[in-house]
């Protein structure tokens, strides 16, 4: 039997008060995607309202454009499973053998402190299966908890987008949260390589994955969890 992945995107596409638009980042969604798809595994798209998910018109410009990225603008099927999402309360961690997140500056905003996401990854931890979120989607695991009540990432080698990638944007005081300290502030262990530059860390079921460039190989981590 393949194995089955789901995987959580935001709903969210406006950048705080600036009326930018913003969403989920292409090449996170992209590269994690075709990395399952290739692997021969089943793959499942889900997000808060379901439907459509917003793409950030940044992630599509062309210094962004990777090559799944252009895979993905000439797949049907991936653009079509991208419009119709799975509302995230439907979905059931039973159902999966993982769980990624791709990351985009939506999900600090409608993923951050949802309590269908959180359920959904202490469930499929509680189940000994692996959850990978990567750049700004390890928003996700602040508010996780174990069994016992401690935070999921307490004492655990995680990364995500750096405030000091954030800073680069300019958005350090757009977003409403900053994902190094959100992450250290729950006892995360957080580590980050030069801005934009691959780092992931696997610790235990955990996958995270700090930026952009860091999906594909956060995707591979993953795999290697499962498989």
Not at 40 to 55: R, W
Request: with cysteine; glycine share 8%.
């Amino acid at each position: 039997m393949s194995k089955s992945i789901l995987m959580v995107m935001t709903s969210h596409e406006i950048m705080g008060d600036t009326g930018n638009k913003t969403g989920m980042w292409l090449e996170e969604f992209a590269s994690p995607y075709y990395a399952f798809k290739d692997a021969g595994y089943s793959i499942t798209l889900a997000s808060p309202m379901g439907g459509q998910v917003p793409i950030d018109p940044n992630s599509l410009s062309d210094d962004a454009m990777t090559d799944d990225a252009i895979r993905y603008t000439k797949d049907d099927v991936a653009r079509s499973a991208v419009a119709s999402t799975i509302q995230l309360e439907d979905v059931r961690a039973e159902e999966f053998d993982a769980v990624f997140y791709p990351g985009g500056h939506g999900p600090l905003w409608d993923l951050s402190d949802n309590a269908y996401s959180i359920k959904l990854i202490e469930d499929t931890i509680a189940a000994n299966k692996p959850v990978g979120a990567v750049c700004h989607a390890p928003i996700v695991l602040k508010d996780v908890k174990n069994p016992d009540g401690s935070f999921l990432v307490d004492g655990k080698a995680v990364t995500g987008f750096s405030n000091s990638e954030e800073a680069a944007m300019q958005l350090t005081d757009v977003v409403p949260y900053l994902v190094e300290d959100e992450l250290k502030s729950k006892g995360g262990k957080f580590e980050s390589a030069d801005d934009f530059a691959v780092k992931v860390c696997t610790d235990g079921l955990l996958v995270t994955g700090q930026n952009p460039p860091s999906s594909r190989p956060a995707a591979d981590a993953l795999i290697k969890l499962i498989s």
